[in-house]
Each structure stands twice: as structure tokens, then as C-alpha cells.
């Protein structure tokens, strides 16, 4: 009876690990709907407002900015967002990965980081990584004012000159299924690729109004804010995503094991039911003799 309450015992902690992935599957889904909209919306404005960047930068003049100087240093920044909690998936350590990639094959760079999501600082940290700035706890209460707050940090230490480059490490979202690492450079901001020869692009100028100063202090503050802001967004989407597939997953993992436990029990229960009965019965035979 020992080996059938120990069954019976396993069988009642999975079932109650089921409930909680079924739970956890269902916050997440209902996360990801309203984040998947957030995402939908943002994006079409975020990447326009690049494109109209990356077409300035190619024509204007680029001391009218201090954003748009190109320099040769080798201090970089990167913004790695990872998530506040666990149970996702491979989404956390797949930002992890990259990022320490991108250190390893940079070694000649000198690389600080700014972390935004406990897991990802947790790691960081914990592998004396120069870390200038945490986010930690920002999926609680991210939005628009933090992502302007972010994108101030950044040019500020752009303009400052304590780096020379400002990348931003995050999970791009796809689907419910698929998310993708993205590596992009925040600044300098890149020029469009006039190209050369034959293919070469009309360097047009435009007519700015009040006057190209104001317009691309204009332009490029509110392009740091709404970048961040999609990456933050994209990311928040992601999370979400991968963890309502890792608490299906699980479910239906759960869903298995108990299976395959139940049967274990009904054999064992089936098994001891024989033996009882076949003591019994060589126990009348004995009394009978």
C-alpha cells in the first residue's frame, strides 16, 4: 500500500501544477492580447518616424545634432530588456545568449550595459558586467513617460560623450509562436545608403519649416522616446507570447504524466487486489486441509 499512496500522492502534486499552468496560460493570454494591440499600433508609427530619420541624416548637415555624429570610438552601450520573471520559454535566455555573444566578438570594445528586467540583471550582475543603469520591475508600470525617460538617458550619454555607440537588445515579436533577437543601433542615428555609381540616389534636400535646427531637435527627441518605446512594447509581446506557449506546453506535459501515472496506480492497485485474493483463497484451502 506504500508504493500506491506514493502514487496516488504524485498524481495530486501534478494535477495541482496543471491548475497553475492552465492559470498561468490563460493571464498570459489575456496579457498578450492587449499587448499585441499595443504592438500593432506602435509599430507602423516607430518605423516610419526611422525611415524619415535615416532619411534626414543622409542630407542634412551633421553638426546641426549631435545625435547624428558619427564617431570612431569604442565605447558601446547596449539596452538589454529581458523579462521581471521566469516560466517563458527560452525568452530570457535567448537575450542572455546574444548579448554575451555580442561581448565575446566585440572583446576589443569596451561594452556597458543597461539592463531592464530582473533575469537579465540577475545574470549581468553576477558576472561583473559594467551595468550603468537597471529597469528592473519596469513590466509593472512601463509606458510612455518611461520610455521618453529611457530615451533622455540615452542621448544624454551620447551628447556627453561616455559612449560612442547605443544599441538596444530585445525580442522582436512575430507571432504567439515566434519571437526574433534584434540587435539594432539606437545612435548614432544610421544615414540612409545614398549608394554609389549608377544606383546612386537623388540627394534631394527638403524645406524645413520653422528651420532644419528645430525640426530635427523636434524629430530626433521624440524618435529616441518612440524607439525605445517599440522595443519595450515588442518585447512586453514577446514575453507574453512565449509564456503562454511554455504553460501549454506544461499543461499538456502534466496532462501526460498523470496518464502514465494513473495506469502505473491501476496496475500496482490491480497487482496488490490479486495477491489479496490469492491469500485469501490458499488461506481457506490450509483451513479446509
Known amino acids: 500500500m506504500a508504493n500506491l499512496k506514493e502514487i496516488k500522492r504524485r498524481i495530486k502534486s501534478v494535477k495541482s501544477t496543471q491548475q497553475i499552468t492552465k492559470a498561468m496560460k490563460l493571464v498570459s493570454a489575456s496579457k498578450l492580447r492587449r499587448a499585441q494591440e499595443a504592438i500593432m499600433s506602435a509599430r507602423p508609427y516607430a518605423l516610419k518616424m526611422m525611415e524619415v530619420l535615416n532619411h534626414l541624416s543622409a542630407r542634412c548637415n551633421k553638426d546641426l545634432h549631435p545625435l547624428l555624429e558619427e564617431r570612431e570610438g569604442s565605447r558601446w552601450l547596449v539596452v538589454v530588456i529581458t523579462a521581471d520573471r521566469g516560466l517563458c520559454g527560452g525568452f530570457n535566455g535567448s537575450i542572455i545568449r546574444k548579448a554575451h555573444q555580442v561581448i565575446k566578438e566585440n572583446s576589443d570594445k569596451e561594452i556597458q550595459l543597461i539592463t531592464a528586467g530582473k533575469k537579465g540583471h540577475a545574470i549581468f550582475k553576477s558576472r561583473d558586467n559594467k551595468i550603468l543603469h537597471d ?24 551628447i556627453e560623450k561616455a559612449v560612442d555607440r547605443v544599441y538596444v537588445l530585445y525580442n522582436e515579436f512575430k507571432s ?16 540612409e545608403d545614398l549608394g554609389t555609381g549608377k544606383g546612386k540616389k537623388l540627394a534631394v534636400d527638403y524645406v524645413y519649416e520653422p528651420d532644419e535646427e528645430t525640426i530635427l531637435d523636434t524629430l530626433i527627441e521624440r524618435y529616441m522616446t518612440v524607439e525605445v518605446y517599440r522595443a519595450f512594447l515588442e518585447s512586453s509581446a514577446s514575453e507574453h507570447g512565449a509564456r503562454m506557449t ?12 498523470i496518464g502514465s501515472l494513473s495506469l502505473t496506480y491501476n496496475k500496482a492497485r490491480q497487482a496488490y487486489i490479486t495477491k489479496e485474493l490469492i491469500e485469501i483463497v490458499n488461506g481457506a484451502e490450509a483451513l479446509k486441509a
Open 246 to 257: 511554455a504553460m501549454d506546453s506544461a499543461s499538456r506535459n502534466a496532462g501526460d504524466m
Open 135 to 158: 529597469y528592473s520591475g519596469w513590466t509593472r508600470d512601463f509606458d510612455y513617460l518611461k520610455a521618453s525617460e529611457i530615451g533622455s538617458t540615452l542621448a544624454n550619454l551620447y
Open 176 to 191: 504567439v509562436m515566434q519571437q526574433e533577437v534584434i540587435l539594432e543601433q539606437l545612435l548614432p542615428i544610421v544615414p
